[in-house]
């Protein structure tokens, strides 16, 4: 019985950060979208709490180019990085945190997010 109440109390759990993820990225993507001038770096802040900056960004590119070339080319060139970025940070976080201490992940993780 014990194991299920466990089992609950952290699906629980990952459905309240769920909801505050998809809450924070809801309400920044309807800030760009019906106010993007008002508060530009509020909604970007919403955006990022939420974790949908990445797909932001591609949907914006073809808004930012004029030629379908230029278009290819900056999307070729930013989705790669992208991807690596995505890849390297939990494997740079799995070092730091083995081989050295987890607190050092904060040094690098709070300026970076600000």
């Known amino acids: 019985m014990d194991q299920k109440v466990r089992r609950r109390a952290h699906h629980r759990a990952d459905h309240h950060l769920l909801g505050h993820r998809v809450g924070f990225g809801g309400a920044g993507y309807l800030g760009v979208v019906f106010a993007p001038t008002t508060a530009p770096i509020f909604w970007c802040v919403l955006l990022g709490l939420g974790g949908w900056c990445f797909p932001l960004a591609l949907a914006l590119i073809p808004a930012r180019t004029r030629t379908v070339i230029v278009t290819a ?21 799995g070092f730091i945190t083995t081989y050295l201490h987890w607190r050092l992940i904060f040094f690098i993780n709070v300026p970076v997010g600000i």
């Open 73 to 93: 080319r900056l999307s070729g060139f930013v989705q790669p990085v992208g991807y690596i970025l995505a890849a390297a940070g939990p494997l740079l976080g």
